[in-house]
């Protein structure tokens, strides 16, 4: 990606491991406070497509509920 500097180096972070889900956080840095939104979104596109061309799916909590018809 443009305007991401090279050092210090990007990295991802494993936070925790949580009920439904691991937690993990990339890092980066940009070389101008203006381009810190702009280079957020297209980080966080380019995971998602990465995760997604990977088959790598992203679980969601899922709660069954069963109804008595009386």
């Known amino acids: 990606m443009e305007n991401i500097m090279r050092d210090p180096l990007p990295e991802v972070l494993f936070l925790s491991m ?5 937690k ?6 940009v ?3 203006e381009y810190g ?4 979104l297209e980080a966080t596109d380019k995971i998602f497509r990465a995760l997604k061309e990977a088959k790598i ?4 909590p899922v709660q069954t509920v069963y109804l008595e018809k009386k």
């Open 37 to 40: 939104w702009g280079k957020k």
């Open 18 to 22: 949580e009920d439904y889900y691991l």
């Open 57 to 60: 799916k992203i679980p969601f």
């Open 24 to 29: 993990f956080s990339a890092r980066f840095w």
């Open 31 to 33: 070389e101008s406070y």
